[in-house]
C-alpha cells in the first residue's frame, strides 16, 4: 500500500460520514417541516374559530371534527357505515386505477416505440385529453349502467390519460443510444419492451401513476356524488345535504388520507423500481 493510498482512506471515511449526516439532517427537516407546517394551520384555524372570525356553522374548529370522528367511529352503527362507505370507495378506486394504469402504460409504450401507433392514437388522445372526464360520465352510465362499472370506467379513462401521456413522453425523450443500441445488436421486440424502452421512461411513468392517483380520486369522489347510494363520496354528500357539517368533514379527512396512503406506497413502489434517480 503506497503512501497515497494510506492517506485516501480517512478521506473517504470522511465524505462517506458527511453525506450520511447530510441524509440524516435532511430525513430530520423532512419530518420536522412536513409535520410542522399542518399543524400550524391546524392551530391557526382552531384559533380562528375560537375567536369568532370563522363561523363554526360551516367551518366547524379542528377538535369538533376530532370530537365528531371520534363518536362515529366509537358508534357501531356510524362507523360500520363509514367503513363500509370506505371499502365501497377502494374498491372501485384500485380496479379502474389498475386498469387505467396498466392500459395506459401499453399504450404510451406503443405509441413511443412505434411511428405508425403514434401517427394513429397520439392525435385521438391529445384531442380528447382536454376534455372534462365528468361531462362524459352521463355517457358512460348509459353504457354501462347506474352500477360499479360505469364509475370504474370513469376512473379508468381518467387515469388511462395521465399514463399514457408520460409512458409516451418517457420513451420519446429517452437517450436515443438505447435504440440504436438495441437495433444494431437485433434484439427482439419483447426485450426491447421489458428490458431497454420501460426502464428508460420509467421515471417518466411512475410521474404520470402519481398523476393518475389524483384523478382517480377525484374522478370516484365525484361519481358517487352524483349517482351512488354508498362510498365516501356519497356520505360528505349525503352529510352536506342534512347540514351535518362536522360529519362531512370527517369524510373529507379521510379522502385525504385515503390519497396520502396512495402516495406513500407509489413513493416505496418508485424507491424500488428506479433507485437510481434522486428522489
Not at 363509514?82 to 380496479?95: F, K, S, Y
Not at 385529453?129 to 353504457?143: D, E
Not at 418517457?170 to 421489458?194: C, E, M, S, V
Not at 361519481?223 to 362536522?246: M, T
Request: hydrophobic residues 55%; charged residues 10%.
Amino acid at each position: 500500500m503506497t503512501a497515497i493510498d494510506v492517506d485516501a482512506a480517512p478521506l473517504a471515511d470522511a465524505d462517506i460520514a458527511r453525506v450520511l449526516r447530510q441524509r440524516r439532517q435532511d430525513a430530520r427537516l423532512r419530518v420536522v417541516y412536513g409535520a410542522g407546517f399542518p399543524i400550524i394551520l391546524l392551530l391557526i384555524w382552531q384559533i380562528l374559530c375560537m375567536v369568532g372570525v370563522i363561523d363554526v356553522r360551516f367551518f366547524p374548529s379542528p377538535a369538533n371534527i376530532l370530537a365528531t370522528a371520534y363518536q362515529i367511529l366509537t358508534s357501531p352503527d356510524e362507523g360500520g357505515r363509514l367503513l363500509a362507505d370506505i371499502g365501497a370507495t377502494l374498491q372501485r378506486l384500485v380496479v379502474g386505477y389498475l386498469l387505467g394504469a396498466i392500459s395506459g402504460i401499453v399504450v404510451g409504450v406503443a405509441m413511443g416505440l412505434y411511428r405508425p401507433i403514434r401517427y394513429a392514437v397520439a392525435p385521438l388522445v391529445y384531442a380528447t385529453f382536454p376534455t372534462p372526464k365528468l361531462a362524459i360520465f352521463p355517457l358512460l352510465i348509459v353504457i354501462f349502467g347506474l352500477g360499479d362499472s360505469s364509475k370504474t370506467a370513469l376512473i379508468t379513462l381518467a387515469v388511462f390519460y395521465m399514463t399514457a401521456i408520460n409512458s409516451l413522453s418517457g420513451i420519446i425523450h429517452a437517450n436515443p443510444i438505447y435504440q440504436d443500441f438495441a437495433k444494431a445488436f437485433r434484439i427482439p421486440p419483447l426485450t426491447q419492451w421489458l428490458r431497454i424502452a420501460l426502464p428508460s421512461a420509467l421515471p417518466s411513468i411512475m410521474a404520470g401513476l402519481k398523476l393518475g392517483i389524483g384523478q382517480a380520486l377525484i374522478m370516484v369522489v365525484s361519481a358517487e356524488f352524483v349517482s351512488s347510494s354508498d362510498g365516501i363520496g356519497y356520505y360528505i354528500w349525503n352529510s352536506w345535504q342534512v347540514l351535518d357539517i362536522a360529519r362531512m368533514f370527517v369524510g373529507l379527512v379521510v379522502v385525504m388520507v385515503i390519497g396520502g396512503i396512495a402516495v406513500w406506497l407509489s413513493n416505496l413502489l418508485e424507491h424500488a423500481l428506479i433507485p437510481w434517480v434522486k428522489h
